[in-house]
C-alpha cells in the first residue's frame, strides 16, 4: 500500500507492506537466530501463528519532503541512490538483504536525513543514525554531474563504524552501458577496498541482461561459517565474484528472469529463477526457486557441521507469490 500526499512546498509519502508467507511445517530442532541487520528505526512486526504461517507487516518507505528549490529535505526511511551496482555493491550505506529476497525489484531503504541541491552538479549531505550493533552515528557526503557524456560521482563519509570514500561512473559503450564503481574503508587502523564493474546490454525489445564482477576487501574467509558478516552492508563470504541477472519477455504480461551469482574462489554458485506473471494493473503472480550448486563447506550449497547429525547453509526454496499492490 503507498501513500501520497502534497501540500504547497511540503510532501509525505508512505508503502506499507505486508507479507503472507505459508510453508510446510518445518520446525528447526534447535533456534537459529536471526543475522539480518536491522534499522535503526524498526518497523517490521513479525507473527507466527503456527509452524506453517508467518506473518510480516513493515514500513517500506515513510519520509516527509520540504522543497525550497534548488534545495530538498528528505526526513524518515527513504531510498539512498549510492553506487551503480544491481546485483552487488561497493559503495552502500544500506543493510544487507538476504539472498533468497524474493522480490527484488523494489529498491531498498534506509533511515536518513538527507539534504539536496540540484544544480549542474548535484551535492548531497546525508546523517544515517546509528543502528543496533553499531557505535557510532552514519553518514555522507556525495556529488555527482556529467563529464565527456559519462556520470561520474565522488562520495565520502561513515559507513558501519568505517570511515570510506569512493568514486562510481557510468558511461554508454555502444549498444551497452558499462558502469563501476571503487571504494577504501578504514577499520581500527586496517584498510579494506571493494570494487565492481557492470556491462549491461539490450539484445533485442525482449532480451536484456547485466554482467557484474565484484572484488570483495572484506572477504577474509571463504565458505560456510558461523561468524558474523564483517560489513553491513555485504552478504559475502569469499572475495571474488561474478553476478548476471537475464530477463526474457516471453509476452507482454509474462517475464523470465534468472539470476546467479558465483564465487570464484571455490565455484559454487546461487541461482534465483523466477517467472512474473502480470494478472491486472496492481496484481502479479511470481514463481521460483532458489537453488545451490556447492559441497562440503562452500558458500553457496556447503553446510556448517552443527551436531551430530545436522548442518547449517544456505537452502534451496521453491515458492509461489501473489504480489497485491494499491
Given at each position: 500500500?503507498q501513500l501520497?500526499a502534497?501540500y504547497r512546498f511540503l510532501?509525505l509519502?508512505?508503502?506499507?507492506e505486508?507479507f503472507l508467507?505459508?510453508?510446510?511445517?518445518?520446525?528447526?530442532?534447535?533456534?537459529i537466530?536471526?543475522f539480518?541487520?536491522?534499522?535503526?528505526?524498526?518497523?517490521n512486526?513479525r507473527w507466527?501463528?503456527?509452524?506453517s504461517?508467518?506473518?510480516?507487516n513493515?514500513w517500506d518507505r515513510?519520509?516527509l519532503?520540504?522543497?525550497a528549490?534548488?534545495?530538498?529535505?528528505l526526513?524518515g526511511?527513504?531510498v539512498?541512490?549510492?553506487?551503480?551496482?544491481?546485483?552487488?555493491n561497493?559503495v552502500?550505506q544500506?543493510q544487507?538483504?538476504p539472498?533468497?529476497?524474493?522480490?527484488?525489484?523494489?529498491p531498498k531503504?534506509?533511515?536518513?536525513?538527507?539534504v539536496?541541491y540540484?544544480?549542474?552538479?548535484?551535492w548531497?549531505?546525508?546523517?544515517?543514525?546509528?543502528a543496533?550493533?553499531?557505535?557510532e552515528d552514519?553518514f555522507?557526503?556525495?556529488?555527482?554531474g556529467?563529464?565527456l557524456d559519462i556520470?561520474?560521482?565522488?562520495i565520502?563519509?561513515?559507513s558501519?563504524d568505517?570511515?570510506?570514500?569512493?568514486f562510481?561512473?557510468?558511461?554508454?559503450?555502444?549498444?551497452?552501458l558499462i558502469?563501476?564503481?571503487?571504494?577504501?574503508y578504514?577499520?581500527?587502523?586496517?584498510h579494506?577496498?571493494q570494487?565492481?564493474?557492470?556491462w549491461d546490454?539490450?539484445?533485442?525489445?525482449?532480451?536484456?541482461t547485466?554482467?557484474e564482477?565484484?572484488y570483495?576487501?572484506?572477504g577474509?574467509?571463504s565458505?560456510?561459517?558461523?561468524?558474523?558478516?564483517p560489513?553491513r552492508s555485504?552478504p559475502f563470504?569469499?572475495t571474488?565474484?561474478v553476478?548476471n541477472?537475464?530477463?526474457?519477455?516471453?509476452h507482454s504480461?509474462?517475464k523470465a528472469?534468472?539470476?546467479s551469482v558465483?564465487?570464484?574462489?571455490?565455484s559454487?554458485?546461487?541461482?534465483?529463477a523466477?517467472?512474473n506473471?502480470s494478472?491486472?494493473?496492481?496484481?502479479?503472480?511470481?514463481?521460483?526457486?532458489?537453488?545451490?550448486v556447492g559441497?562440503?563447506?562452500e558458500e553457496?550449497?556447503?553446510q556448517?557441521p552443527?551436531g551430530?547429525?545436522?548442518?547449517?547453509?544456505?537452502?534451496?526454496i521453491?515458492?509461489?507469490a501473489?504480489?497485491?499492490?494499491?
Amino acid at each position: 500500500m503507498q501513500l501520497e500526499a502534497s501540500y504547497r512546498f511540503l510532501r509525505l509519502e508512505a508503502a506499507n507492506e505486508t507479507f503472507l508467507n505459508y510453508q510446510q511445517a518445518n520446525r528447526s530442532v534447535f533456534p537459529i537466530p536471526d543475522f539480518t541487520p536491522a534499522s535503526s528505526w524498526n518497523t517490521n512486526h513479525r507473527w507466527v501463528p503456527n509452524d506453517s504461517l508467518s506473518i510480516l507487516n513493515r514500513w517500506d518507505r515513510a519520509y516527509l519532503q520540504i522543497n525550497a528549490d534548488p534545495f530538498q529535505v528528505l526526513i524518515g526511511k527513504q531510498v539512498i541512490p549510492l553506487g551503480v551496482g544491481q546485483i552487488f555493491n561497493a559503495v552502500s550505506q544500506m543493510q544487507r538483504y538476504p539472498l533468497i529476497f524474493i522480490d527484488p525489484e523494489f529498491p531498498k531503504t534506509e533511515d536518513a536525513v538527507s539534504v539536496i541541491y540540484s544544480g549542474p552538479w548535484q551535492w548531497e549531505a546525508r546523517f544515517l543514525p546509528k543502528a543496533p550493533g553499531q557505535r557510532e552515528d552514519n553518514f555522507h557526503l556525495r556529488t555527482k554531474g556529467s563529464l565527456l557524456d559519462i556520470d561520474v560521482g565522488l562520495i565520502a563519509g561513515r559507513s558501519d563504524d568505517k570511515t570510506f570514500a569512493g568514486f562510481e561512473a557510468a558511461g554508454n559503450w555502444g549498444e551497452s552501458l558499462i558502469r563501476g564503481e571503487v571504494s577504501g574503508y578504514r577499520y581500527r587502523n586496517h584498510h579494506y577496498g571493494q570494487a565492481l564493474l557492470g556491462w549491461d546490454h539490450v539484445f533485442s525489445a525482449t532480451w536484456s541482461t547485466k554482467f557484474e564482477i565484484f572484488y570483495n576487501g572484506f572477504g577474509e574467509i571463504s565458505g560456510q561459517t558461523l561468524g558474523v558478516f564483517p560489513h553491513r552492508s555485504t552478504p559475502f563470504r569469499g572475495t571474488w565474484y561474478v553476478g548476471n541477472f537475464t530477463t526474457w519477455e516471453i509476452h507482454s504480461l509474462l517475464k523470465a528472469n534468472l539470476l546467479s551469482v558465483c564465487n570464484l574462489q571455490d565455484s559454487s554458485a546461487l541461482f534465483h529463477a523466477y517467472l512474473n506473471y502480470s494478472l491486472s494493473n496492481s496484481v502479479d503472480l511470481l514463481g521460483g526457486r532458489f537453488f545451490n550448486v556447492g559441497a562440503g563447506k562452500e558458500e553457496f550449497g556447503g553446510q556448517v557441521p552443527f551436531g551430530l547429525q545436522f548442518g547449517l547453509g544456505q537452502p534451496d526454496i521453491s515458492y509461489l507469490a501473489l504480489r497485491w499492490y494499491f
